[in-house]
Structure formats: structure tokens, C-alpha cells
């Protein structure tokens, strides 16, 4: 069932719908859905989007020989990408730095903000390894300078230090800086400015599109009881509520 139909359905009904709230069967909405055409190569380019926003390479490249979807950036700089943002999840903060850098020098000169919370997440790393006058040097020499110019560098500068004065992280206000969701949120912050040099978007489409049809349900549960998909996996209708 194409999420497309139902989108499309529903801001047509929700228009159309008088005040009085409406029942629709089953039957009926699945026929008011055959109605509306759409694409296959506007389905295909949504799939083809989100191979390549999330980085799938391999599945990308399957994709476009079977179903002749083009991408619209070279696949080849997928795979530099994606090492990147492994390589912020693993820890290895300053081989993500070069890569970067190897793929655009623009992307870190032009955006401090990424370069800082980079920096920040390999001062994570040397105090997760236990490595403090090693920490302590680096936060001194390649943060504090920053955190001057920019007080919320500062301020996060500050929480990040504060990992220091406890034996015990279990016990710190902010030990979740020193959680693998830290990582990943560092690591999807460089994932995106890379899209974004490249000129696609940082995020895929169909997520929004998701979100689309659950904001549009809502605004029709208000005026019409009629089949709605709860389970986003599956796009199963679910017989209305009466």
C-alpha cells in the first residue's frame, strides 16, 4: 500500500468533509485509495533517496541496476561517508577529522560548530580511556580557545570537563556524554553536513513523509472514523471505529 495514497486521500477528504463526522467503510476507502495514481518512478526515486541518505551502498547500487533508479550524487562518495561516520562511532574521533577533510576541507573550516563537537568527542574519548593529563592538555590547547569565543562552546566545554571529577560515571550529572548515543549523535551531526556539501539532503524523505500521514490522521480522526493504518510496518488498514 503506497503511504502516497493515503497521504493524498486524506487531505482530500479532510477538505472535503463536512462538519458532522463521517463514517467510511472499509471498501470505500480503499477504492477512494485505487483512485489516485502514482508513479512507480516517483516510488523508486523515494526508495533510491533513503538508500542513499542513510548510506546503504551495496543495496543502492543493487537498486539501481534492477530498477534503473539513478542517484542523484555518485555512490562512489557513499563509501567515504560512511567511513567517516563509522569511524566517529568507534571512537576514532581524528581519523574521522582527516577523512573529512579528505573528502572536502570546506566542510570543517566553514562549520565551527561540527569542528567543536568533534573536537569535544576526542576529549570524550581520551577520558573514557583514562587518559586525564592527556585530556586535560588537549581540552586546555584546542577547546578552551574556542570556548572563549563562543559561550554555549563554553558551557559544553564545561559539562565535558566535569566527566573529571568523578571516580565513578555512573554517578555524574553528565555521564551520558560518555554513552555510545553521544557517538552516534556526533557522528550523524557529521553525516549530515556532508550531505549538505554535496547538495542532498541531510535527512531522507521518507521519514517525513511518514510523519505526514500520521499528522494527517490526526487531523481526520476529528471529523471522520475511517480505516487508519497503526502499524507504519505492515500499512495495514484497520477497520474504522464506529
Given at each position: 500500500m503506497s503511504i502516497f495514497w493515503v497521504v493524498r486521500q486524506l487531505a482530500y477528504i479532510q477538505e472535503s468533509m463536512a462538519t458532522s463526522k463521517k463514517v467510511i467503510t472499509k471498501e470505500e476507502w480503499e477504492r477512494k485509495l485505487n483512485d489516485v495514481k502514482i508513479r512507480k518512478e516517483d516510488m523508486n526515486k523515494l526508495v533510491m533517496n533513503f538508500l542513499v541518505t542513510e548510506g546503504y551502498v551495496d543495496a543502492a547500487e543493487k537498486f539501481r541496476s534492477e530498477s534503473g533508479t539513478e542517484p542523484d550524487i555518485d555512490l562512489a562518495t557513499i563509501t567515504d561517508r560512511m567511513a567517516v561516520k563509522k569511524a566517529v562511532q568507534c571512537g576514532n574521533v581524528e581519523d574521522a577529522i582527516e577523512k573529512v577533510n579528505d573528502l572536502?576541507?570546506?566542510?570543517?573550516?566553514?562549520?565551527?560548530?561540527?569542528?567543536?563537537?568533534?573536537?569535544?568527542?576526542?576529549?570524550?574519548?581520551?577520558?573514557?580511556?583514562?587518559?586525564?593529563?592527556?585530556?586535560?592538555?588537549?581540552?586546555?590547547?584546542?577547546?578552551?580557545?574556542?570556548?572563549?569565543?563562543?559561550q554555549s562552546f563554553l558551557e559544553e566545554l564545561e559539562r565535558t570537563v566535569a566527566l573529571l571529577a568523578f571516580e565513578d560515571v555512573s554517578n555524574c550529572p553528565v555521564g551520558e556524554l560518555l554513552d555510545i548515543s553521544q557517538r552516534l549523535k556526533t557522528a550523524s551531526e557529521v553525516n549530515a553536513a556532508i550531505l549538505t556539501s554535496q547538495s542532498h539532503e541531510k535527512d531522507p524523505k521518507l521519514p517525513s513523509l511518514l510523519k505526514m500521514l500520521i499528522w494527517a490522521q490526526n487531523q481526520l480522526d476529528e471529523k471522520a472514523s475511517y480505516p487508519r493504518i497503526n502499524d507504519l510496518s505492515s500499512a495495514k488498514l484497520e477497520d474504522p471505529a464506529i
Open positions: 572536502n576541507p570546506e566542510i570543517l573550516d566553514t562549520n565551527p560548530q561540527l569542528f567543536f563537537h568533534l573536537q569535544q568527542q576526542r576529549l570524550i574519548e581520551l577520558i573514557r580511556n583514562g587518559k586525564i593529563e592527556e585530556a586535560l592538555e588537549f581540552a586546555q590547547e584546542e577547546l578552551a580557545p574556542r570556548g572563549e569565543e563562543n
